[in-house]
C-alpha cells in the first residue's frame, strides 16, 4: 500500500527553544503501533499550550507531533478490537508528551489507547470534551463515589474559565447542585460566561501574596480543584465538616501550602484525580455519563475552533490567560 501524505504540526528543539511549523510527512514517519487513525479532531489542553510555546517540560521526546487528544476513523488495523471505518477516541496515555499525539491528520496509535466513540457522540462533540471534559467527569465521579449529593450543599469550582473548570460547571449544574466558580478575572463578560453554563456564584481568587489560613468558615460541601498549591490551600481551609475535594491540576505546582487541620478537625478528604491513569471501568463509566450529563447547549458555549495552522497563537492566548472554555482543533480542515 502506497504511503499517503497528510500535514502535522512539528515541534523540535532548536538552541534549547522550542520551534513550531506545518509539515508534510508520510505515513513512513509515523511511530509503530497497531492501528491508523484518519484525525479528524483534536482540542488545546493547557499541556499542549506548554509544549507549542515551549513554556515548560511537556515534550519528552524530539521531534513531537503534541496534542494529547484525537478522535477520527480507524484507517488500518492489526488488532482484533478495530476495523478500519471504526470511529474511535484518544485521551491521555501520554500521547503528545512521550508519544506522537493528535496534531497530525494520520496518526499511528496503540489499540489498547483507544477507546470506541461513545454512542451518541460524534468525533467533534468527543473533542470539545476532550480530556479537559473527561477530567471534569471523573472528578464528579470521584466526589460522587465519595457520597457527595445535591443536597450536601454548595461546590467549588476554582480555574472556572478553563476547559476542565467550565464543563465542570456545566456537569455540576446539569446534575442539580449550586456551584460556584472561582477566578482570577474580574471581567463581567467571563462572569456572565460562567452564569450562563450554571455557576450561581463567582468567588474572587484568593490574592497571590496571600497565606493561606490552616483553617476559615466552612463553605464548601464538595469543590473540583484544576490549580493546585496556594488556591487549593485556601480551598482545603473553607471546606464544611466532611467536604470533599477533587483535586487534578498542578498549574500553580506542585507545592500546597496547607495544615492538617482541614482533614483531622473537619475530617476533609482529598482525592486525587488523574486522567492519564486511569483503570478502563472508570475510563469507560465517565465517557457514556459525558453522554447524558453534560448539555449540548453547554458544548457549544464553552466552545472555540482553530485550525492546525491557528494552533500556535491559540497557545500564546492560553498562556496569557487570554482564552476560556474549550479550544477544538479541526484537524482534517487543515490546509
Known sequence: MSEQSFKALVLRQEDEKTQAAIESLTDADLPEGDVLVAVE?????????????????????????????????????????????????????????????????RQRVKSEWLVPLPEGLDTRTAMVIGTAGFTAMLCVQ??????????DGPVLVTGASGGVGSVAIAILAHLGYEVAALTTSTDEDLHAYLRELGASEIVPAPDADAKPKPLAKGRWAGAVDTVGSKVLAHVLSE?????????????AGPDLPATVMPFILRNVSLLGVDSVVCPIEPRQRAWQRLVKDLPEAALEAITDTATLEQVPERAADMMANRTRGRILVDVGASS
Not at 70 to 78: F, T, W
Not at 143 to 148: F, I, M, S, W, Y
Not at 239 to 251: E, T
Open 41 to 105: 479532531y483534536s482540542d488545546l489542553n493547557y499541556k499542549d499550550a506548554m509544549a507549542v510555546t515551549g513554556a515548560g517540560p511537556i515534550v519528552r521526546t524530539w521531534p513531537m507531533v503534541p496534542g494529547i487528544d484525537l478522535a477520527g476513523a480507524v484507517v488500518e488495523s492489526n488488532s482484533d478490537d478495530y476495523a478500519p471505518g471504526d470511529k474511535v477516541v484518544l485521551t491521555g496515555w501520554g500521547v503528545g508528551e512521550r508519544y506522537w499525539g493528535g496534531y497530525a491528520q
Open 142 to 151: 470521584r466526589l460522587e463515589d465519595a457520597g457527595l449529593t445535591p443536597a
Open 239 to 251: 471546606m464544611a465538616y466532611g467536604g470533599r475535594v477533587a483535586a487534578c491540576g498542578l498549574a
